[in-house]
């Protein structure tokens, strides 16, 4: 485990995260002397000095080791959108994208989970759901029963019950349970905004919200009403909708 508290199924991957506290950069380029923090970042640089070819962005530098890659990022500063949806006209800029969205008319669950049998229509949701079968360690809370995979995630949860919130922020002093949620809060005032949107290159500061954001993009509506079936972009919308059947008053 990180001193951060994220955890890894791979230690290699440990100890790449790792070096974002330590700032270690421990590969270092024979030729000209930069170093890295990652191996694999290491092994693209060093193709500037093996006269390999490279395909540079004549507008941002920004450099590709494939033409289609440089393509598809043109397209950012062109505002151009080559991939179109044969079935209602929707144009894209990136084919991931297209290829993602024509699930929404297709109803095509192509990502399918070897160990149950489950589909999904995004890579990601089927990596997610198979964590479910890895055998990978449970965390129960006494009070509600609920189950985590990280013993970290139980301790911040259990705040939920305590009251308890030991994360405060030095910059403003507010405090919070989880310290994602504290890491998340002061990108409020340093302005970042790492998650870009590949489709319109609109930024986030939260990776949730660019998740939310890219389904205006691809039409996807994850969110299913199980008592009348209707599906939601947005979690919260679905939360609001469900009150309609339970009767609750938000």
Do not use: N, W
Request: charge should be positive; include cysteine; hydrophobic fraction near 25%.
């Amino acid at each position: 485990m990180s001193v951060c508290g994220t955890a890894f199924r791979v230690k290699s991957i440990l100890l790449i995260h790792q070096t974002v506290h330590t700032g270690e950069k421990p590969y270092k380029c024979d030729e000209c002397g930069k170093a890295f923090t990652d191996r694999s970042h290491l092994r693209r640089h060093q193709k500037i000095h093996t006269g390999q070819k490279l395909f540079k962005c004549d507008i941002c530098d920004k450099v590709f080791r494939r033409s289609k890659q440089l393509a598809g990022h043109q397209s950012v500063h062109s505002g151009e959108k080559p991939y179109k949806c044969d079935e209602c006209g929707k144009a894209f800029r990136v084919k991931s994208i297209l290829l993602s969205h024509q699930t929404v008319h297709t109803g095509e669950k192509p990502y399918k989970c070897d160990e149950c049998g489950k589909a999904f229509t995004d890579r990601s949701h089927l990596r997610r759901h198979q964590k479910i079968h890895t055998g990978q360690k449970i965390f129960k809370c006494d009070i509600c029963d609920k189950v985590f995979r990280r013993s970290k995630q139980l301790a911040g949860h259990q705040s939920v019950h305590s009251g308890e919130k030991p994360y405060k922020c030095d910059e403003c002093g507010k405090a919070f349970r989880v310290k994602s949620t504290l890491l998340r809060h002061q990108t409020v005032h340093t302005g970042e905004k790492p998650y870009k949107c590949d489709e319109c290159g609109k930024v986030f500061r939260v990776k949730s919200f660019l998740l939310c954001h890219q389904t205006i993009h691809t039409g996807q509506k994850p969110y299913k009403c199980d008592e009348c079936g209707k599906a939601f972009r947005v979690k919260s919308s679905l939360l609001r909708h469900q009150t309609v059947h339970t009767g609750e008053k938000p």
